[in-house]
């Protein structure tokens, strides 16, 4: 197994255990950081990494946040 497929086990885990949920499947994808200048020097913001990942039925995840009036 490579150290990419453990990380993806590794996640699939501790959302199954933290939301106490049943994970389908997960898809990622690496988002690049946008370009950034301060001045003479070019600079980049983070890159970050998208987990999509599917439920099965009859299980969802409760929003973390909810909107302030």
């Known amino acids: 197994m490579s150290n990419q497929d453990q990380l993806g086990l590794e996640i699939k885990h501790w959302v199954e255990l933290f939301f106490g949920v049943k994970v389908i499947a997960m898809n990622s994808h690496r988002l690049l950081g946008k370009g950034r200048r301060m001045g003479p020097i070019m600079g980049?913001?983070?890159?970050y990494r998208r987990m999509i990942i599917t439920l099965q039925p009859g299980y969802s995840i409760p929003p973390l946040r909810t909107k302030r009036t």
Do not use: I, R, S
């Not at 980049?44 to 890159?47: I, R």
């Open 44 to 47: 980049h913001t983070m890159h």
